[in-house]
């Protein structure tokens, strides 16, 4: 069985950093610099999201009935689940490998975390 996947660019945007991203047997994977004062997400998955921190310090913050942080340490996954409005917060430039249980699709959810997104930059600008 031969094994193959292309990588591309993907979640890059300008101020937030670069991002790769590929599809492999159902599932979305990506590489993601992030710069630090940085965010990313702001959204909610209809597939539970999982990340791994490979350097720098970052956070997410979620939002099921009352808000929770979650900070990422290096070699740990976080999962954050189907459903839950989120937002992932830099504090230190990092690099993260994330995958969804399915493709990537998103939906903003606007008004959850504007506290957190004044004053930063993030994929909407």
């Known amino acids: 069985m031969r094994m193959a996947?292309?990588?591309e660019e993907?979640?890059?945007f300008?101020?937030?950093g670069r991002g790769h991203g590929f599809k492999h047997g159902g599932r979305f994977y990506a590489i993601l610099e992030t710069r630090a004062g940085?965010?990313?997400g702001n959204h909610i998955h209809p597939h539970s999201q999982y990340t791994l921190l490979l350097s720098g310090r970052a956070r997410y913050l979620e939002f099921d009935g009352e808000r929770r942080e979650a900070p990422l340490i290096r070699g740990r996954v976080v999962e954050v689940k189907a459903g839950v409005p989120h937002i992932l917060v830099v504090e230190e430039d990092a690099l993260t490998f994330e995958w969804w249980?399915?493709?990537?699709?998103?939906?903003?959810?606007?008004?959850?975390?504007?506290?957190?997104?004044?004053?930063?930059?993030?994929?909407?600008?």
């Open 38 to 40: 940085a965010y990313r």
């Open 10 to 12: 993907w979640g890059t």
């Open 5 to 7: 996947f292309e990588l």
């Open 14 to 16: 300008d101020g937030v």
């Open 101 to 125: 249980d399915g493709d990537f699709t998103a939906e903003d959810c606007a008004g959850i975390f504007e506290d957190i997104t004044r004053g930063r930059i993030g994929p909407n600008g």
